[in-house]
């Protein structure tokens, strides 16, 4: 149990350090720390893979141990730099030490088939045997999950018990950081506190975010990327602060771990990137750094499974094919002056975006209906009909999150709408591209596809509770004013 609790709080350091020494301080740094370290873990271990080293778990200590270093000394030499550090790192380490003795006293751990495959892959990265993944291995599991619990072989374990329920527990806590960090000044701190309380309990009551909480996949960690990499561009664009350099550190290092975590990571990357084109044209520096961040992590990963797969005499998917070419595009995209012609016309061009994909998914279900026909009775079964574990709570999630979408008063709402509509065809297109029908039943692929939406959904529904609230207030105010200053000016009517 004590080493375990060491690497989290090696990983809690790391983030944590290196996110307040680019800007971030207050209590935002336990929850948001703690998933930058996770981050900065994983990409180091993608770099490790793919550059050939070793990727024994202590190998890839070293890189995090040196960061910590490093900003411990910064902050340091900055003089009152730790102080305000005190507070949260010793609050969040106590909660760290909390979880890893629930988890490892009382069981919580939760799995399913392809939990035993993750750890599998895990294994073969501690034994520095990665070569050895098979293609189910490579192209399925990819590398975010397994290098998560790839430390627990240092202390003769299989998988890294606390480890979910903390990215659990730090994605909520990341979502009311940046629901409240998000709030205008003027704003009536109580009544948005309330909205923020309202959104975390939408999350942690939910059936299926409370068992992803505990649950070996890459399914929360998915949804959790998505969420940091939306709402840290949704809060620099709110705060007119195109210099949050955590904001873009935050942003990059999501794009990554998105690409290496599962095979659509990289479609929800660029899903969550292409919105940038409708914010205001300081956003080109962003746009352009996550661009080469995508291309370079998307075509060096799926580079790197095609040669393994020829390498065994195993054939290359299309699929695959198709990420190397928008990794190779992104790469070219952040280098050559295309942003202002496209942010001429971003807001036509994401809407044909959008429609073109429903127009590929009616080609395909032209021609073949069966597939389509099949895959939407499953999957209304499944989310409506409570074979998939989400009942009721689904069909009220998705009538907030379009009532929010339709509601919303918040002007970059599209940074936050547009992977949630976009991905609803995407999804359906998938199936097809598999050749092969969603089915009914809790282990269904579209079925814990959809959680990976589930938490930016409910943070666009805090958005528009928290935009309400303010507008609610405002107007409030406006009105108070307006009797003060009348009762003033009939008192002085007396008066002369």
């Not at 944590?16 to 370290?37: A, E, H, K, N, R």
């Not at 902050?75 to 550090?85: A, C, P, S, T, V």
Request: hydrophobic content about 50%; charged content about 10%; aromatic content about 12%.
């Amino acid at each position: 149990m004590l080493p375990e609790f060491l690497f989290l709080v090696l990983l809690f350091m790391a983030g944590g350090l290196t996110i307040y020494s680019l800007g971030l301080s207050g209590w935002g740094v336990g929850p948001v720390g703690f998933l930058v370290g996770i981050y900065l873990w994983i990409v180091f271990g993608v770099l490790y893979v793919v550059l050939g080293f070793s990727t024994n778990p202590k190998n890839i200590l070293i890189p995090l141990v040196v960061l910590v270093l490093i900003n411990t000394v910064h902050l340091i030499r900055k003089g009152n730099g730790m102080r305000e550090l005190i507070g949260p790192l010793s609050v969040y380490v106590t909660i760290i030490w909390l979880v890893v003795w629930l988890t490892n006293n009382y069981g919580l751990v939760k799995y399913h088939i392809d939990s035993f495959r993750y750890l599998l892959s895990a294994g073969l990265l501690s034994e520095d045997n990665f070569t050895f993944a098979n293609e189910n291995l490579l192209v399925k599991r990819g590398l975010a999950t397994p290098l998560l619990h790839m430390p627990s072989s240092l202390y003769g374990g299989f998988y890294v018990a606390s480890i979910t329920p903390m990215l659990s527990i730090s994605t909520v806590g990341a979502m009311a950081w940046l629901l409240t960090h998000g709030f205008h000044a003027n704003e009536k701190k109580g009544l948005l506190w309330s909205a923020v309380a309202l959104v975390v309990m939408l999350a942690i009551t939910n059936n299926r975010y409370v068992w992803n909480s505990f649950y070996i996949n890459g399914h929360l960690f998915v949804g959790s990327a998505l969420l940091m990499l939306t709402g840290s561009i949704w809060l620099m664009d709110r705060r007119n602060d195109c210099r949050s350099y955590y904001a873009y550190l935050l942003s990059a290092l999501s794009v990554a771990v998105l690409i290496v975590a599962r095979p659509e990571g990289f479609i929800i990357a660029m899903l969550g990137i292409i919105p940038i084109l409708a914010l205001p044209e300081k956003s080109e520096p962003l746009f352009r750094l996550l661009l080469l961040v995508f291309g370079l992590f998307c075509a060096s990963w799926n580079a790197y499974i095609i040669v393994e797969l020829l390498g065994s005499g195993k054939s290359v998917t299309s699929f695959l094919a198709i990420a190397v070419v928008l990794g190779s595009g992104g790469i070219m995209a952040s280098i050559f002056p295309i942003y202002d012609r496209l942010r001429q016309n971003s807001v036509l061009l994401l809407r044909l975006f959008e429609l073109s994909l429903w127009a590929f998914l009616c080609v395909a279900s032209f021609y073949q209906p069966e597939l389509t026909r099949e895959s939407l009775s499953a999957t209304f079964k499944n989310l409506i009909g409570g074979s998939g574990s989400w009942g009721s709570s689904f069909i009220l999630m998705v009538l907030l999150t379009f009532s929010s979408i339709w509601m919303a008063r918040s002007k970059n709402i599209l940074m936050l709408r547009f992977p949630l509509t976009a991905m609803v065809p995407i999804f359906l297109l998938l199936a097809h591209l598999r050749e092969s029908a969603y089915r009914v039943g809790n282990g269904d692929s579209l079925n814990r596809m959809v959680f990976e939406l589930f938490p930016l959904a409910v943070f666009l529904i805090g958005v528009l509770l928290s935009d309400i609230l303010a507008e609610h207030n405002a107007t409030r105010n406006i009105s108070k004013n307006k009797g003060d200053s009348d009762e003033t000016n009939h008192t002085n009517s007396l008066l002369q």
